[in-house]
């Protein structure tokens, strides 16, 4: 069975920075793409990052370039989103999310449950 | 790259169809077929319903449909349930050098 499994979110000063991570079971990361997607309070989803299978390639927003980095460590099943330089814009519920299919890295078919950060002096 | 756009809010009678559009532009829906719609109930999180254009993924119900005719795609549901209400969000892929995936607004979905 696939699970996914956030954590790290938490309350953090803007500029301040967080790592979230993604725990994965019931699959490896060699055959699928995963992404981060967020959710502002009462709004819509928002893609924000995305790591191919294996991790050769990543993938941002704009909103994010240059301030979130998206990785993998195989050998914990752990999906990994360090952000740098937080925002009041960035306070979201974050998902981490599989690709349904492997060859696909944009329509997801499994999410996790979610965890929030909040971006707040 | 803005959002796809989903009308706010749709509804239906309990047994009857309706049909939630989603427009983009030729750098996602028009050309590409990575097209997908989730479904979302409050405090969950959202549930693929109809991934490359068309197919369910296996445990979906087939009352569940999904269409593409140029920059626009459609997501249709027969014979509402109460269970049906909730938020849907399309998506596709874009080749938008800001973005990877684009999602839609959101539509409210109210069974009557």
């Known amino acids: 069975e696939v699970q996914l499994s956030e954590s790290g979110g938490d309350l953090v000063q803007p500029g301040g920075s967080l790592r979230l991570s993604c725990a994965v079971s019931?699959?490896?990361?060699?055959?699928?793409?995963m992404s981060w997607v967020r959710q502002a309070p009462g709004k819509g989803l928002e893609w924000v990052s995305g790591?191919?299978?294996?991790?050769?390639?990543?993938y941002y927003a704009g909103s994010v370039k240059g301030r979130f980095t998206i990785s993998i460590d195989t050998s914990k099943n752990t999906l990994f989103l360090q952000m740098n330089n937080l925002r009041a814009e960035d306070t979201a519920l974050y998902f981490c999310?599989?690709?349904?299919?492997?060859?696909?890295?944009?329509?997801?078919?499994?999410w996790g449950q979610g965890t929030l950060v909040t971006v707040s002096s | 790259q803005s959002a796809l756009t989903q009308p706010a809010s749709v509804s239906g009678s309990l047994g009857q169809s309706i049909t939630i559009s989603c427009t983009g532009t030729?750098?996602?829906?028009?050309?590409?077929?990575?097209v997908s719609w989730y479904q979302q109930h409050p405090g969950k999180a959202p549930k693929l319903m109809i991934y490359?254009?068309?197919d369910r993924p296996s445990g979906v119900s087939n009352r569940f449909s999904g269409s593409k005719s140029g920059n626009t795609a459609s997501l249709t549901i027969s014979g509402l349930q109460a269970e049906d209400e909730a938020d849907y969000y399309c998506?596709?892929?874009?080749?938008?050098?800001?973005?990877?995936?684009?999602f839609g607004g959101g539509t409210r979905l109210t069974v009557l």
């Open positions: 999310a599989r690709a349904f299919y492997s060859g696909d890295r944009t329509q997801f078919g499994y």
């Open positions: 019931g699959f490896t990361f060699d055959n699928y793409a």
């Open positions: 790591i191919s299978n294996s991790g050769a390639n990543t």
């Open positions: 030729s750098s996602d829906i028009g050309t590409y077929q990575y």
């Open positions: 490359n254009v068309s």
């Open positions: 998506s596709s892929y874009t080749s938008s050098s800001s973005l990877d995936v684009v």
